[in-house]
């Protein structure tokens, strides 16, 4: 099979392809990545050796460009995690969130129509569904949890996925959206919370964190989640929502405390600042579909596998904007 990866120059893409190129060399995968602030053509140079591997610099948003790619390499399956994806750089330019994340979708999946492939598959978030109550701990978000998005950015997702479900319902596209919570591993860019947190720890700078600290998000191995992708790809049913989740629900200042802790580095370092706009108080995923119909299982443990993302930021210092160094 011929797999289109878009956004594979980022975290979880790039995460993916190494995933995938190894453990199916008889399938070909062409990851296309415009290359924003983001992503990153080092977090794939493990793979440019491999005969079934290929990078192509190119735009989800660019319908000309995709028709002349499609029609040369044929896809069966395509894979979106092309997209802006901080909250914060939504906040402050909205446009460009729309104009990726759902245009740039459409755009994909009218060329993945045209040319017939056997599955679109949208890369979604549990933003998605909005926030949790703190105070009602048993209360998790399941695939049939309505849409309310709170920022610029799980607007754009959600109005994403519903122009997916729009093309399954009007046009016939097969399609399925993987709904994962927060990511956490290698390769992830600097601004988010954990690669933020280690390299302010490192180099004994203010650690900024959000009014309380006391938002919870549950946490989830970029590993367990491609894992998944996977078995919805191969196993899942066509037009389906499938919920990745962690089960490993951390309050922000906890997540923090921990790599202080791990670093051996003092917790004044943590300063509290003015809590973001509409900063979603907790996350829980509910994962019992997937688990139950494709029989996927995650393998991290929240506090091992932080554990080894943080020795494997202080192994590749270079994704910090620092020289290597050992803890
Ligand atoms: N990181 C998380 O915790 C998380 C959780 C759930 C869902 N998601 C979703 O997973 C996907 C990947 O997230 P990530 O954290 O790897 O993001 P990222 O920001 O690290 O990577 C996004 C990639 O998309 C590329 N890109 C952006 N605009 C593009 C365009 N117009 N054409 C082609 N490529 C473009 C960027 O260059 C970058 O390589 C996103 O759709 C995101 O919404 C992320």
Redesign the pocket.
């Known amino acids: 099979m011929k797999f289109l990866v878009?956004?594979?120059?980022?975290?979880?893409?790039s995460n993916f392809l190494h995933y995938m190129v190894n453990k199916y060399p008889e399938d070909i995968f062409i990851c296309?990545?415009?290359?924003?602030y983001?992503?990153n053509l080092a977090y794939l140079k493990p793979l440019e050796n491999k005969k079934n591997f290929r990078f192509i610099k190119?735009?989800?948003?660019d319908s000309a460009f995709l028709d002349e790619l499609f029609c040369a390499e044929r896809f069966d399956i395509v894979i979106n995690?092309?997209?802006?994806?901080?909250v914060d750089n939504s906040i402050k330019n909205p446009n460009i969130f729309a104009d990726?994340n759902i245009l740039?979708t459409m755009v994909l999946m009218n060329i993945s129509k045209k040319y017939g492939v056997m599955r679109y598959h949208q890369?979604?978030?549990?933003e998605v569904y909005g926030e949790l109550p703190i105070d009602e701990p048993k209360r998790k978000f399941t695939e049939n949890t309505p849409i309310c998005p709170s920022s610029p950015y799980s607007a754009s997702?959600a109005g994403a996925d519903l122009q997916v479900m729009a093309y399954a319902r009007t046009y016939g596209l097969p399609v399925s959206i993987s709904r994962?919570?927060?990511?956490y591993g290698p390769y992830?860019?600097k601004e988010?919370l954990i690669p933020l947190t280690i390299s302010k720890a490192i180099k004994n700078q203010p650690i900024p964190v959000y009014g309380t600290g006391e938002n919870i998000r549950d946490w989830i191995h970029v590993h367990d989640h491609n894992v998944g992708i996977d078995m919805i790809i191969r196993k899942g049913k066509d037009n389906e929502v499938y919920n990745l989740g962690g089960h490993a629900e951390r309050t922000n200042i906890y997540v923090v405390k921990k790599i202080l802790q791990y670093l051996n580095k003092p917790e004044d370092l943590i300063t509290y600042v003015t809590d973001r706009p509409g900063h979603d108080k907790r996350y829980a995923i509910d994962s019992s579909k997937i688990e139950r119909e494709l029989g996927w299982v995650r393998e991290y443990d929240f506090e091992k596998g932080l554990e080894e993302t943080v020795d494997w930021y202080l192994e590749h210092g270079e994704y910090l904007n620092m020289n290597h160094m050992k803890k």
């Open positions: 878009t956004g594979g120059a980022g975290f979880i893409g296309l990545d415009v290359l924003t983001a992503g190119g735009d989800i948003r995690f092309a997209a802006e994806s901080h990726t740039g890369i979604s978030t549990d997702k994962c919570s927060n990511n992830q860019f988010k």
